[in-house]
């Protein structure tokens, strides 16, 4: 007779629930009543409001926007059940994402930065190679019609998307005043006459102050990135197990 309950599958079904309730209990333990409200917030309402009118042209019907809702409950409830669960541990994509969401955070907090002229000029001065006019080279070119013979104050970028790259490391190197015979460009041999070499020069703050904030922003970004991460790493004992 108990073999023969033994193999019900109802009983199975019983004990395996009444195992899973007990694992449930278990892994809620610590767990408080706080972690049971759920609130849908004005500002998350907006932007579920937001989202939809942006994917469908228009703003979501009454029950449109209760589906909204109950899909935002729906999912706040099974990812904090699957957390309790310990579903989020040892997931390379969970963690990943994780990751970029604290990395968001901590962009947040630099991009608030804007720096002063007086911070900028500093900048500028311990980085003012980065911020130099380019050099510039004015050349002619004989011996293919096909060519401008002219060609004032280009910088090398521009005569090498006009001629070719290894042309321009070249021809930045000729000597001035006199005629260099059958110069290779992308075009065929040339003659080419070097009339001026422009040397870099300082730009005008005014002109630079955007290239200069941005480049600014970016760095402190980088420093404010790095002290933020020491500073939660300083709360961590880290072991590199061999």
């Known amino acids: ?13 019983l004990v395996l629930g009444g195992l899973i309730f007990l694992f449930y209990a278990y892994v809620n ?13 004005q500002a998350k309402q907006d932007q579920l409001t937001y989202i939809w009118q942006k994917k469908h ?8 926007f209760q589906e909204l809702l109950d899909v935002e409950v729906y999912n706040e409830i099974m990812s904090r059940e699957a957390v309790k669960l310990g579903l989020d541990k040892e997931d390379g994509i969970i963690r990943r994402r ?5 990395t968001f955070v901590s962009s947040n907090f630099s991009a608030l930065v804007n720096p002063t002229d007086a911070q900028l000029k500093k900048y500028l001065q311990e980085h003012k190679e980065k911020f130099m006019s380019p050099v510039r080279i004015s050349f002619a070119l004989q011996n293919n019609v096909m060519l401008n013979r002219e060609n004032k104050a280009m910088s090398k ?7 070719g790259k290894a042309f321009a490391n070249k021809v930045f190197t000729l000597p001035t005043g006199v005629w260099s015979k059958d110069m290779m460009s992308a075009y065929g041999k ?11 020069s300082a730009l005008p703050y005014v002109q630079i102050k955007p290239t200069l904030k941005a480049a600014w922003q970016r760095e ?4 404010m990135d790095k002290k933020f991460y020491e500073t939660l790493k300083s709360d961590y004992s880290i072991e590199i197990k061999k």
Do not use: C
């Not at 007779?1 to 079904?13: A, D, N, R």
């Not at 970028?157 to 001629?163: A, G, T």
């Not at 402190?220 to 420093?223: C, D, I, L, V």
């Open 157 to 163: 970028w521009d005569v090498s998307r006009m001629y």
């Open 220 to 223: 402190e970004k980088e420093r």
């Open 98 to 102: 994780l990751v970029q969401k604290m």
């Open 1 to 13: 007779m108990i073999k023969k309950y033994l193999q019900e599958p109802l009983l199975h079904f």
């Open 190 to 200: 040339v003659d080419v006459y070097v009339n001026e070499i422009i040397t870099a």
């Open 57 to 64: 042209m228009q703003k979501p019907t009454k029950i449109e």
């Open 29 to 41: 333990d610590g767990f408080t009543e706080e972690d049971k409200n759920v609130v849908i917030s």
